[in-house]
Structures are given as structure tokens and as C-alpha cells.
């Protein structure tokens, strides 16, 4: 559904509270909790500020553990796992005071040159994202690209709506924010009888994502278009796994995502 638009102009604003420690908040979300972008997104940026500059994210895996409350911050506590020449690796726990709301591991590498290959290619025939209705979702531009009735599957062109400088690690955290845009879409898209339709069959399920997974592959520019194509496998019993590749405007493919997430319908009030 069609969401309000929402100030991003703080989401990669960290304040230190001691070593490797950082305290950031949330925009007030309209369906209640803290997106899970927002969380994956400001626990890389606060583990990108304890590695050198040479060193570039390749991956994060992370657990959802908690809705987050938009009412407090969040703290990030950085843990130095491994300080490499050629890699680095964090670890981060993003609290608030209910408990650990997200862990997240991620991994850096030193550039190295080295041969170069793209075997997956831009689906064919996508409308560009300026053909298709504006839709505000988590506060990004949000642009979705029809799909075939039955298809397991979620295409998105999206972008971060503010201008990110020059700092191609900021970039990262901000497609990191994106990439939780629509793989629960193709896991609710991959169970029998397809996406729930409406408000009315909606309010019947409960969805969650579970944990994340990213593969950055190369240079993007998170403040441009990129397509998420994500395709779901189906469910087994109540989770569901979606995997898709992230594209930028002239089809070269940057990242790859993978998510789980739950799928169940609501527990009917007795009485």
C-alpha cells in the first residue's frame, strides 16, 4: 500500500557512546516497528567506522531477533572480530532495551584485481522505472514492475531519495537499506494460491523477515535506480526463502540477496 513520504535525512547519523559503540534512530514508520533495512543498514555503517577506508563490504549476514521500537534508539556495539591485510571482519549487536533487536556479521577485503564475469543478465523487457507509479515504501521511491499472474517472484526498481555524496561505502549501507524491500513480497508471491490480495486477505497473515544475506559484487550508486529481482521458493510449513539479484540502470548486476522469512495466518480470536 502507498505509504507516507519520510525524513531519511538521519539514518546515517551514528553518535559515539564509547569504543566501537554507537547510538542512532529511527524514522516513525506507519505500520508500527523499525524497518529491517534501517537496522542492517545502520549496524554496517556503525562497523564500516572501525575499518580502514581501503577495505570494501563484500558480505553481511544478519539475524532479525526483535521488532525494533521507533520510540528509542538503537545502540550498535562493534565487536573487532579480525583485523586482516587483505580481509577485516565485525560483528554487531543492535540493542535496545527489550534486548539484542538484530545481530549482524559482515566482511571487508582489500582490492584486488582479477578477472571479471556477469552470467546473469537484467531480465528482459523491464520498463524503466520513470514509466511506472511512484509508491513511497520505508520512505524510499519505490517503483513496481508488473509481474505474471502466478509468478513466485518480486520486481522493484528503488532508490535512496537523498543525495549520498561521494563515499562508495556509504552507497553500500544505503542498497543494504533497499534490499529489504520486497524479498517478503516474493515469499508470500511462492506459496499455494499466490500473494494475499487486498486489505482484507492481508490482515489474515503474519509476516516476518528472519535473517538476511548480501553479496556486494560491485561499485553502486545507492541514490540511482537499482532493480531487485527476487524470486521466491516457496514455503515449508511457515518459512519461506527468497533469493534475487540487485542491477543497476545499465544491467550490471552489483549485489545478490537472500532472505527468510515466516509466513503464517493469524490465530483466530475465540469467542
Same mark, same amino acid.
Given at each position: 500500500?502507498?505509504?507516507?513520504?519520510?525524513?531519511?535525512?538521519?539514518?546515517?547519523?551514528?553518535?559515539?557512546?564509547?569504543?566501537?559503540?554507537?547510538?542512532?534512530?529511527?524514522?516513525?514508520?506507519?505500520?508500527?516497528?523499525?524497518?529491517?533495512?534501517?537496522?542492517?543498514?545502520?549496524?554496517?555503517?556503525?562497523?564500516?567506522?572501525?575499518?580502514?577506508?581501503?577495505?570494501? %563490504?563484500?558480505?553481511?549476514? !544478519?539475524?532479525? *531477533? /526483535?521488532?525494533? #521500537?521507533? &520510540?528509542?534508539?538503537?545502540?550498535?556495539?562493534?565487536?573487532?572480530?579480525?583485523?586482516?591485510?587483505?580481509?577485516?571482519?565485525?560483528?554487531? %549487536?543492535?540493542?535496545?532495551? !527489550?534486548?539484542? *533487536? /538484530?545481530?549482524? #556479521?559482515? &566482511?571487508?577485503?582489500?582490492?584486488?584485481?582479477?578477472?571479471?564475469?556477469?552470467?546473469?543478465?537484467?531480465?528482459?523487457?523491464?520498463?524503466?522505472?520513470?514509466?511506472?507509479?511512484?509508491?513511497?515504501?520505508?520512505?524510499?521511491?519505490?517503483?513496481?514492475?508488473?509481474?505474471?499472474?502466478?509468478?513466485?517472484?518480486?520486481?522493484?526498481?528503488?532508490?535512496?531519495?537523498?543525495?549520498?555524496?561521494?563515499?562508495?561505502?556509504?552507497?553500500?549501507?544505503?542498497?543494504?537499506?533497499?534490499?529489504?524491500?520486497?524479498?517478503?513480497?516474493?515469499?508470500?508471491?511462492?506459496?499455494?494460491?499466490?500473494?494475499?490480495?487486498?486489505?482484507?486477505?492481508?490482515?489474515?497473515?503474519?509476516?516476518?523477515?528472519?535473517?538476511?544475506?548480501?553479496?556486494?559484487?560491485?561499485?553502486?550508486?545507492?541514490?540511482?535506480?537499482?532493480?531487485?529481482?527476487?524470486?521466491?521458493?516457496?514455503?515449508?510449513?511457515?518459512?519461506?526463502?527468497?533469493?534475487?539479484?540487485?542491477?543497476?540502470?545499465?544491467?550490471?548486476?552489483?549485489?545478490?540477496?537472500?532472505?527468510?522469512?515466516?509466513?503464517?495466518?493469524?490465530?483466530?480470536?475465540?469467542?
Amino acid at each position: 500500500r502507498p505509504q507516507p513520504e519520510l525524513d531519511l535525512s538521519r539514518v546515517f547519523t551514528l553518535e559515539s557512546h564509547g569504543p566501537d559503540t554507537y547510538v542512532a534512530e529511527s524514522p516513525h514508520y506507519p505500520w508500527g516497528r523499525i524497518y529491517g533495512g534501517l537496522v542492517i543498514a545502520q549496524a554496517l555503517w556503525a562497523a564500516t567506522q572501525t575499518v580502514r577506508v581501503e577495505h570494501a %563490504v563484500h558480505s553481511l549476514h !544478519a539475524y532479525f *531477533i /526483535l521488532g525494533g #521500537e521507533f &520510540s528509542e534508539p538503537v545502540r550498535y556495539e562493534v565487536d573487532r572480530a579480525r583485523n586482516g591485510r587483505s580481509f577485516t571482519t565485525r560483528r554487531v %549487536v543492535a540493542r535496545q532495551s !527489550a534486548g539484542a *533487536i /538484530l545481530t549482524l #556479521e559482515c &566482511s571487508f577485503q582489500r582490492y584486488e584485481d582479477g578477472v571479471e564475469s556477469q552470467p546473469e543478465t537484467m531480465p528482459a523487457d523491464i520498463p524503466p522505472p520513470e514509466a511506472l507509479p511512484k509508491v513511497y515504501d520505508a520512505g524510499l521511491d519505490r517503483r513496481e514492475v508488473p509481474v505474471t499472474a502466478g509468478e513466485p517472484g518480486s520486481r522493484v526498481w528503488g532508490r535512496f531519495p537523498l543525495a549520498l555524496g561521494d563515499d562508495p561505502r556509504l552507497h553500500c549501507c544505503a542498497l543494504a537499506y533497499l534490499s529489504d524491500m520486497n524479498a517478503m513480497d516474493a515469499v508470500s508471491a511462492s506459496r499455494a494460491g499466490g500473494r494475499p490480495t487486498g486489505d482484507g486477505e492481508w490482515t489474515e497473515w503474519m509476516g516476518a523477515s528472519l535473517d538476511h544475506a548480501m553479496w556486494f559484487h560491485r561499485p553502486v550508486k545507492a541514490d540511482d535506480w537499482v532493480l531487485m529481482d527476487m524470486t521466491g521458493h516457496g514455503l515449508v510449513r511457515t518459512r519461506g526463502l527468497a533469493t534475487g539479484h540487485v542491477f543497476d540502470r545499465s544491467g550490471t548486476h552489483v549485489a545478490t540477496i537472500a532472505q527468510e522469512g515466516l509466513l503464517r495466518p493469524k490465530k483466530k480470536p475465540v469467542g
